[in-house]
């Protein structure tokens, strides 16, 4: 997360300095406040899902589906392939994994950028097995089938 912020942070001093012809170091000493609060209130809602995954993920494991809202116009026909999938899970582990979906209308959707950190393609939907605060497998772009996700839910679940 940390990392993610600070490209974040230089993405927006760089692009400062170019609206404004200055250099960057000139950018972040005159608005160093601005951009502050701007990277702030960016990341303000990730971290609260980030700070609420990491504590679900302390009692069981978490799958998260970060995937198109279903009330938007344009339809994933992957993320509706994928949905069986995450639906057969809920049937066969229950109580077992906690599942957090994300769609990709809201502020939350920036995990997947913070997961994804640049491996494979940024496509949806995005499929994340958390444990214990870390990311244990994530999948990108495709539906995953089920016992795919049990390889991994099963080891960590024994």
Same mark, same amino acid.
């Given at each position: 997360? *940390?990392?993610?912020?600070?490209? =974040? *942070?230089?993405?927006? /001093?760089?692009?400062?300095?170019?609206?404004?012809?200055? @250099?960057?170091?000139? /950018? *972040? @000493?005159? =608005? $160093?406040?601005?951009?502050?609060?701007?990277?702030?209130?960016?990341?303000?809602?990730?971290?609260?899902? /980030? $700070?609420? %995954?990491?504590?679900?993920?302390?009692? *069981?494991?978490?799958?998260?589906?970060?995937?198109?809202?279903?009330?938007? #116009?344009?339809?994933?026909?992957?993320? &509706?392939?994928?949905?069986?999938?995450? #639906?057969? !899970?809920?049937?066969? +582990?229950?109580? @077992?994994?906690?599942? +957090?979906?994300? =769609?990709?209308? @809201?502020?939350?959707?920036?995990?997947?950028?913070?997961?994804?950190?640049? &491996?494979?393609?940024? %496509? !949806?939907?995005?499929?994340?097995?958390?444990?214990?605060?870390?990311? /244990?497998?994530?999948?990108?772009?495709?539906?995953?089938?089920?016992? #795919?996700?049990?390889? +991994?839910?099963?080891?960590? !679940?024994?």
């Amino acid at each position: 997360m *940390r990392t993610h912020r600070e490209e =974040f *942070r230089r993405k927006v /001093v760089s692009a400062l300095a170019k609206k404004h012809g200055a @250099s960057e170091e000139d /950018v *972040r @000493s005159r =608005f $160093a406040d601005a951009i502050e609060r701007f990277v702030q209130e960016k990341y303000e809602v990730v971290e609260k899902v /980030v $700070a609420r %995954l990491n504590a679900l993920s302390q009692e *069981r494991p978490v799958l998260l589906n970060i995937r198109r809202d279903p009330c938007s #116009e344009e339809m994933c026909m992957i993320c &509706e392939r994928d949905r069986p999938n995450v #639906e057969a !899970l809920k049937r066969i +582990y229950g109580e @077992s994994i906690t599942f +957090y979906e994300i =769609f990709d209308s @809201s502020p939350e959707v920036a995990l997947y950028h913070i997961i994804h950190q640049g &491996e494979g393609e940024k %496509l !949806l939907p995005m499929n994340a097995i958390i444990h214990k605060g870390e990311v /244990v497998k994530f999948w990108t772009g495709r539906p995953v089938a089920v016992e #795919e996700y049990q390889k +991994y839910l099963d080891n960590i !679940l024994q």
